[in-house]
């Protein structure tokens, strides 16, 4: 038998007859309305039902592998895709607590950012951006399923993720600072409301979106900028000088002591115990965890131990909090070649061709010199000076492995969502949204947990804010350069216009809730903007 593949059968004419919520024969979800002997055949023929696949094809593994006709293995295989859900989340949870967390941190320390430009900047642009890459490399997305996604993901990160991070750790507010990211997202929010409401987004209306965002990035770095150099002015008015000389002075009596450290080691070889050193760095179960903890606890540390190893193989670890700050000669030698090596194989692009070589071999042949030098420019008991630089191998590989897992997640609940036979709009502002935004929890909840809350509640709007400003505005503007009259039809769906008022009332209500406190951040703000 055929089935129609695209949405021929709905002309532009009864484009809105396509809001009702049965759903139409080039849905994934149409396979509920055909006999079940039926259904495999339609899942491996329909377009749809790919779209939701990333790695796996859960979709499939329901419909075809176990199939709709024996009922109690189907639900047994629903059960475990919810289990296989769990445990992604926990791999994020993971990743996040372990490895990206305290790289945002020294990233922070390096630059000499204050925890809310970093929020706002590095963690929002690490949060948002793959989702931002998605949206853009696909412009001929469904606009509906986007809408409702991007709208519904903004209220769960503003609305849930924040008021998260409030209960966790309050802190008090810059009046002017959340003031003003409040009324950027506000203005967002307006802008697409009105341009949209007609169902048609010129690319001019795009263009003033895409410089909503800008507008904003340049007053965040213009304001911390500003204040730098006032706090530079007042210490230099308040004898500066005098604290400067007398810190050197203190620095004199222990770089005396460091120059004789380092004549001391100068005697220990350099690759003294490099392979304990590894592998008591490769061990992925926490002593403390396992020592303290239960039969319930150390089996969940064995249930997550493969990847966490994995982790380990591939991310290095730069945290100023532990000993050497993470440093681990012969690990973070490997880490030169698996992590590079990691991102272009799920990233599909090992294989490719660059002047007639594959991609693998030219990583190969830039590691092997690097990782040559870092051997002997280096020692095991003490970080080099350019550990630093391991911070952005770090960043790159959170960010890479919470895409993909986080991906997973995604299409695990776009599966949940046809079985229960979710429309797009529901699915969209709801499993779609928290799927989507369930690396920004992780992160954002990690930080708070390790006392950057205002890096991770600016985030909160940073994020968001990038994905629906640049997510958007660069989609639409590649949908209406398509078109002759430069304007694309989107279709914002039966829930559109609920996102985009209850996200409205979402940031409202945040905004007067911290003018009622006197912009202090108290558990009872996070509280409200949950419920």
């Known amino acids: 038998m055929?089935?129609?593949?695209?949405?021929?059968?709905?002309?532009?004419?009864?484009?809105?007859?396509?809001?009702?919520?049965?759903?139409?024969p080039d849905d994934c979800a149409y396979l509920h309305r055909l006999p079940i002997d039926e259904q495999c055949e339609f899942v491996q023929m329909t377009e749809a039902c790919s779209e939701s696949e990333f790695y796996f094809n859960y979709v499939g593994f329901l419909y075809c592998t176990i199939g709709s006709d024996r009922a109690y293995l189907f639900y047994l295989g629903f059960v475990l895709l919810l289990c296989v859900c769990v445990y992604y989340f926990v791999v994020l949870g993971t990743t996040a607590d372990k490895f990206f967390c305290p790289t945002l941190a020294a990233i922070a320390k390096s630059l000499n950012i204050s925890e809310a430009l970093a929020g706002v900047t590095i963690l929002a642009f690490g949060n948002g951006s793959p989702d931002l890459f998605t949206a853009v490399a696909n412009p001929?997305?469904?606009?509906e399923l986007m809408f409702s996604e991007l709208l519904g993901s903004a209220a769960f990160v503003i609305g849930v993720i924040g008021g998260t991070v409030l209960l966790i750790q309050p802190f008090d507010f810059p009046a002017w600072g959340v003031s003003r990211d409040l009324a950027f997202f506000i203005a967002a929010i307006v802008w697409i409301t009105l341009k949209a409401a007609d169902e048609r987004f010129s690319v001019y209306d795009s263009a003033t979106l895409i410089g909503m965002y800008l507008l904003f990035l340049f007053l965040v770095i213009?304001?911390?900028?500003?204040?730098?150099?006032?706090?530079?002015?007042?210490?230099?008015?308040?004898?500066g000088s005098a604290e400067l000389a007398a810190n050197q002075r203190n620095r004199q009596i222990p770089a005396v002591n460091a120059g004789r450290s380092d004549q001391q080691e100068t005697a220990i070889p350099a690759n003294e115990g490099l392979?304990?050193?590894?592998?008591?760095?490769?061990?992925?179960?926490?002593?403390?965890?396992?020592?303290d903890g239960g039969w319930a606890m150390r089996t969940f540390c064995l249930l997550k131990a493969p990847f966490v190893l994995l982790l380990l193989l591939t991310i290095p670890i730069v945290d100023a909090e532990v000993d050497r700050d993470g440093w681990c000669k012969l690990l973070n030698?490997?880490?030169?070649?698996?992590?590079?090596?990691?991102?272009?194989?799920v990233n599909g692009v090992a294989f490719i061709r660059i002047a007639k070589v594959y991609v693998f071999i030219w990583i190969i042949a830039i590691a092997l010199p690097v990782m040559i030098v870092i051997f002997y420019t280096s020692r095991t008991d003490r970080c080099p000076k350019y550990h630093k630089l391991f911070t952005l191998l770090s960043f790159l590989g959170c960010i890479q492995v919470i895409y993909v897992v986080a991906q997973e997640v995604v299409s695990v609940l776009e599966t949940v969502g046809i079985v229960l036979k979710l429309s797009k709009s529901v699915l969209g502002l709801s499993l779609l949204a928290w799927g989507n935004s369930v690396g920004d929890l992780f992160s954002n909840v990690a930080l708070a947990r390790q006392g950057y809350g205002k890096m991770a509640f600016a985030a909160c709007f940073g994020?968001?804010?990038?994905?629906?400003?640049?997510?958007l505005g660069l989609t639409l503007m590649t949908k209406s350069f398509g078109v002759q009259d430069l304007v694309a039809e989107v279709r914002k769906g039966v829930m559109g216009e609920n996102c985009e008022l209850y996200?409205?009332?979402?940031?409202?209500?945040?905004?007067l809730c911290l003018l009622f406190t006197n912009f202090q951040g108290r558990r009872s703000v996070g509280l409200a903007m949950i419920v």
Do not use: M
């Not at 055929?2 to 139409?24: D, E, K």
């Not at 001929?140 to 606009?143: I, K, N, V, Y």
């Not at 213009?222 to 004898?239: C, L, P, T, V, Y």
């Open 463 to 471: 994020g968001p804010l990038l994905n629906l400003c640049f997510g």
């Open 503 to 511: 996200l409205f009332q979402i940031l409202t209500t945040t905004w």
């Open 140 to 143: 001929d997305a469904d606009t």
């Open 333 to 345: 030698i490997c880490h030169c070649f698996t992590l590079p090596l990691l991102i272009v194989l």
């Open 275 to 291: 392979i304990n050193d590894c592998c008591n760095h490769l061990n992925p179960l926490d002593p403390e965890d396992w020592n």
């Open 222 to 239: 213009w304001e911390f900028i500003r204040d730098k150099q006032q706090e530079s002015r007042a210490n230099s008015a308040s004898g």
């Open 2 to 24: 055929t089935f129609p593949q695209n949405g021929s059968l709905f002309p532009r004419t009864v484009r809105h007859a396509t809001y009702v919520n049965f759903p139409r």
